[in-house]
């Protein structure tokens, strides 16, 4: 399998507290539900055929806590049948990277907590199609040190949020990548597909 991941960003780069007001308010975050009124029908449609390319499922712990607490509950109406987001996240296996999650209660989920490279590496190296990471910032980041992530599906809204966990730190790793599909929605998402390409060149 490929490892993917599925990122929601603000132009300033925050993927904190998209979905909802009381979704992640740590840090003092207050701006919660900033990308819901911009998610148009085209955005949907392109994360559902994503979701649909799923093996399985990898999170970090915060964002696993936050799905297990909204899709994993069944609250998403009485035939979540009708919901292929919620197919595809109740019916496949996922992995969650956490050194403090014991007992999960979201059917068909199994905690990372020894040599999570080692463990990632295994996964891939089954058949399959993708591997996907959902949210999950840290995790992502540290993903990419560790060159274990294959494509990279990026949403970007057009909102500056002003505040709130990035994607990517002030100071980190560099690194290349390739873009290889591109699409702007009608209400100003711009979705982004690449390909990590090794390290970045620079002009001498």
């Keep these: 399998m490929k490892l993917t991941t599925i990122t929601h960003v603000s132009l300033d780069g925050v993927m904190q507290g998209l979905g909802g007001a009381d979704e992640d308010r740590s840090g003092g975050f207050e701006r919660g539900g900033w990308a819901i009124p911009l998610f148009d029908s085209e955005a949907e449609a392109f994360l559902v055929e994503v979701l649909g390319r799923a ?8 964002t696993y806590d936050i799905f297990a607490g909204s899709w994993g509950t069944g609250s998403w109406g009485a035939n979540q049948g009708d919901n292929p987001i919620s197919v595809a996240l109740n019916t496949r296996p996922k992995y969650v990277a956490s050194t403090t999650l014991t007992e999960p209660e979201w059917d068909d989920t199994m905690v990372l907590s020894d040599d999570v490279a ?9 058949p399959g199609g993708e591997l996907q990471v959902q949210g999950s910032g840290a995790l992502i980041r540290w993903l990419m040190e560790h060159d274990l992530v ?26 290349a990548l390739e873009l290889i599909e591109s699409q702007t929605t009608p209400g100003g ?16």
Excluded: C, M, S
């Design 189 to 204: 998402v711009i979705i982004q597909v690449y390909r990590p390409a090794g390290r970045p060149e620079y002009a001498t």
């Design 150 to 175: 294959d494509e990279i599906n990026l949403f970007t809204y057009p909102v500056v949020v002003g505040q709130g966990t990035r994607l990517f730190p002030d100071t980190g790793p560099d690194t």
């Design 118 to 126: 080692a463990a990632v590496a295994e996964l891939k190296a089954k």
């Design 55 to 62: 093996d399985a499922f990898l999170f970090g712990r915060k």
